[in-house]
């Protein structure tokens, strides 16, 4: 089964608008994790919050956590063309948080 | 340079054939991973191994195989008994050293995928 199922699973923006998109987990985890994957590649690390955290920020990237929700968001500010992917949101579980499962993703295009 | 090499890129298979990808890593990882991935779809987990000699089923095990024999290499065998096979196979790995809470023990390395088509 998906343990992180995100929202929206496609976006369109233009370049220099803002991107947000949403995740939504079911067990208990030690962290999330978001991803990128150009088309037909494989998947990328981008950042990593704690359970811990409420917020990171890495750059353009923002990530909330809120675990009574179980949900978090990923903010890309100020978007670029080259930011056209599709993000994933991972989530640890398992006895030693080993077991990490992903969502369906969110389709980002970005519109020069 | 570090990181982990799936191979072949591209299979072809005919039904009732069993082929095995590939996958090696040169980060000392512990952990190793096979997911799945259909068109448009998220990553599904096959199989994935904590430790040499060591593995898990993931979410949809039935009709693969796995070994672990040594911390470098963990090669995922896609049986006859898989009904659906084509798809693209990604392979990752993590440091996966110990619980530490809320460590990076998990984030994972992938490879750059095997795309698998039944004719």
């Known amino acids: 089964s998906q343990q992180g199922e995100e929202d929206p699973q496609a976006l369109s923006i233009q370049e220099g608008e803002n991107a947000t998109m949403n995740c939504s987990y079911k067990t208990s985890i030690n962290n999330l994790q978001w991803y990128r994957q150009n088309s037909g590649r494989g998947l990328v690390h981008l950042i990593l919050?704690?359970?811990?955290?409420r917020e990171k920020h890495s750059g353009r990237l923002r990530v909330t956590l809120d675990t009574s929700k179980k949900s978090s968001s990923l903010l890309i500010t100020a978007s670029r063309a080259a930011d056209t992917a599709s993000y994933f949101c991972?989530?640890?579980?398992?006895?030693?948080?080993?077991?990490?499962?992903f969502g369906i993703g969110t389709k980002l295009q970005v519109i020069p | 340079d570090g990181g982990i090499t799936q191979s072949p890129k591209y299979l072809f298979r005919k039904e009732g054939q069993n082929v095995t990808l590939s996958c090696e890593q040169n980060?000392?990882?512990?952990?190793m991973y096979w997911y799945r991935q259909d068109p448009g779809q998220g990553l599904r987990l096959i199989y994935y191994?904590?430790?040499?000699?060591d593995f898990q089923k993931g979410d949809i095990a039935e009709g693969y195989s796995v070994s672990r024999e040594k911390k470098e290499s963990f090669p995922l065998t896609v049986t006859s008994a898989q009904k659906n096979p084509t798809a693209f196979y990604l392979c990752a790995s993590s440091p996966g050293t110990g619980t530490t809470w809320g460590s990076g023990a998990n984030v994972l390395t992938f490879g750059a995928g095997s795309r698998l088509t039944v004719l």
């Open positions: 991972a989530t640890p579980g398992g006895v030693f948080y080993q077991k990490v499962t």
């Open positions: 919050i704690r359970s811990n955290e």
């Open positions: 191994s904590q430790i040499v000699n």
């Open positions: 980060l000392n990882h512990d952990a």
